[in-house]
């Protein structure tokens, strides 16, 4: 059996007036401690500019109020997503935004369905999240901002550096894989020559989204350089980062672009390689660099794998 989802939108513009005490009146069954619940709620979401740790904050208070099993959150703008609990058939959805900006979707999970007194009271303490999510949002947007390729939206080379050594450090720590992907879009400076620049923008973009695309969450993209990109594969051993290698490659096989009445085909040819024991972060992008260039001398549009 199927149940219906309930999805909202909330303008927290409103929110203004229910922090100045123009509240909604509950009945007398409404719990002794909802007031002290909002009270914490606007002490405790001031304390991190984290937007991760703000929604965990409110998740584990507004526990205390209204059983829940699960909270999910995407922003698209700033690429947050995050899910804390277990997963239930039960759910209540709302698109946030505030002065016309979006403020990302959250909802909330449970085996049981929502009564409607504690819809209103979920929507109503939403309302404590306006003002620490907003700062939490502007703040991640500017970090991003200092770690991202302006073009293409993935982690440029600061970022790819400092994410790569932490890879490595869990990876030994708890003893799992990691593995690399150096990708390259073949004759990239052909199609810039002979179609210009902006076609050679677009084509970046369009294959770092198709990349995103088929990857996992924990998985990241950076531009290395150029038309050059690193795909970092967390917890991901020889044998499947060649599968994710091999479905990049067929991904780009499926993008063209029709410039002056010609269509612009795209192909890439990628080199693999998985940390090895008591490897370091340089000597695992060597091997993958090598096996790129060996894929480029076998004929390009191939996946190579370092020995």
Known sequence: MSFPTRTN??????????????VPTYSSAQ??????????LGLQLQT??????????????????????????KHLGTDLRLELGERARHNASYCMTHEGEQMGEVSFQRERRFGEQEL???????THLLYPLRNALLYRNASLSALRDPLTG????IAMEQSLTREVEIARRQQQPLSVLMLDIDHFKVINDTHGHATG??????????????????????RFGGEEFLIVLTNTG???AALVGERLRNAALKLSYPVNDQTVELTVSLGCSTLLPGESCDSM??????????AKRQGRNRLEMAG
């Not at 939108?9 to 123009?22: K, P, T, V, W």
């Not at 401690?33 to 914490?40: F, K, T």
């Open 31 to 40: 719990p002794l401690d909802y007031e002290q619940l909002q009270r914490q």
């Open 285 to 294: 992008l060597r091997r993958a660099d090598t096996a790129l260039y060996a």
């Open 9 to 22: 939108a909330i303008d927290f513009d409103s929110a203004r007036l229910q922090r100045h005490g123009f």
């Open 238 to 240: 020889r044998e499947s």
């Open 48 to 73: 991190s500019l984290e937007a991760d740790k703000i929604l965990s904050i409110f998740f584990n208070q507004v526990q205390q109020l209204i059983p829940l099993d699960a909270l999910r959150y």
């Open 120 to 126: 209103t009271q979920l929507e109503s303490l939403l």
């Open 154 to 157: 993935a982690g440029n080379r």
């Open 201 to 222: 923008d677009a084509v970046l973009r369009a294959v770092t989204d198709a990349v995103k695309d088929r990857l996992r969450n924990i998985d990241q993209v950076f």
